[in-house]
Each structure stands twice: as structure tokens, then as C-alpha cells.
């Protein structure tokens, strides 16, 4: 049997251990050792060096020599790394980044939506139209993650075509929130009409260069998806 490809191990230590830091299995102040690791997970120093050096860059471990790997508190995560938010929305503290990323999306993604009005290209337009054609086939079929893939490419175009490189960074964080809702069953079985339709707003208003529409309309998708997860969870 052949050996699973570095890569893949890699992947799958920073998987293992990123989950049990952001889930509350390994607190902060835990340390831990590399000679350790690599015995519990079965596999080279080297490669619990590249996963332990991954959750350094991403502020939930503190490598020292001879002291070991120390598990940091939550304010010094990076909580912008999609990996992060994926491994907190599987966790226990969903609800609060749920919450947490939707006060996010209310900061950013109508402003967005305005500023895409002024400078979005034609191409950028015409993507927005077509993810929301695609969202409103795969809706009417009841193929979620198809409908996911649309209204991820939606969300990262229109926060590309918002002309901000920074706005357009956080195409990440969004496509993990509509991921979360996905994979965690916090959607309806059948996509609400009114949140493609509200898509479809966006996508008129800022082809038509009306910055005040597509801000509102943005504003009405954050607040379907707020009363959607509200309505399945409760």
C-alpha cells in the first residue's frame, strides 16, 4: 500500500490539530511537543513542522525552541483566514461566528455593491448576471451545492468588481460563511425565490450604475440569510 502523498498529510495534521485548537479541545496555554505529535498522528517531524508553522502564520500556536509549541487565546487568532472560520463554524462556537460574520458582511458587502455601480466592467456585470441565472436553475432543481458554487462566484465578483483590493480580499471569508450554511444544513431544502431575486437586484442595479439600489438590495440578501438561519434554527 502506497503512502498518502506529503501533501495530503500535511493537510490533514493542520486539519486535525487547527479543529481541536479553535474547538476548545487543546486550550490555550496547552503546549505541545513535535516529538509527540508525530507519534499520535503517524507521521514525519517534517511534517508536523509544516502544520505546526501553517497555525503559527495563522496566530493559534507559538513555536519556541526547547520550549515547545504553545497554543495561543483566541484574540491572537488570525479570524479573517477561511480556514479558521471553517474549522470555528464546526465547532461549538458556531452560533457566535455566525453572528460575528454577519455583522461583517452588513459592514462590507453593501458597500461593496455601491462602490461596484461606479466600477465594475462589463465582464464583472455580465459574471453577475449569469451567477444569478445559474442560482436561479440549480434553486428551481434543488442542487445545493451547485447553488452554493453560484452564489459564491456572485459574492467574490461583486466584491471584485467594488474596485477595492481589500473588499475584494474578503472573498474568502464570505464564500466560507455561504459555505458554513451549507454544509451545516442551515439552509432551506429549496432556496428561498426572494434571495434570487434579491440577487438579481444587485446584479440590474449595479450594471445600470445605481449605487443606492445595489447597496439596499445587498442589504436585503444579508437580512434574508440573517432571518433564513433563524428560521431553520429555530
Known sequence: MSLAPRPALHASVLDALGRQIVGGELPAGTVLRIDQLDERYGVSRSVVREAVRVLDSMGLVEARKRLGVRVLPSASWNVFDPRVIRWRLDGPGRDEQLLSLGDLRRGIEPVAAELAAARATPEQCGALMGAV?????????????????????????LLAASGNEMLAALSGVVGEVLAGRTHHDLMPATPNPVAVRLHGDVAEAVQSGDGAAAAAA??????EARDALRDVEG
Not at 218 to 223: F, G, V
Request: proline share 0%; no cysteine; charged share 20%.
Open 133 to 157: 441565472m445559474q442560482m436561479a436553475v440549480h434553486a428551481k432543481s434543488g442542487d445545493l451545492e451547485a447553488y452554493l458554487e453560484a452564489d459564491q462566484l456572485f459574492h467574490a465578483t
Open 218 to 223: 445587498m442589504d436585503a440578501i444579508i437580512a
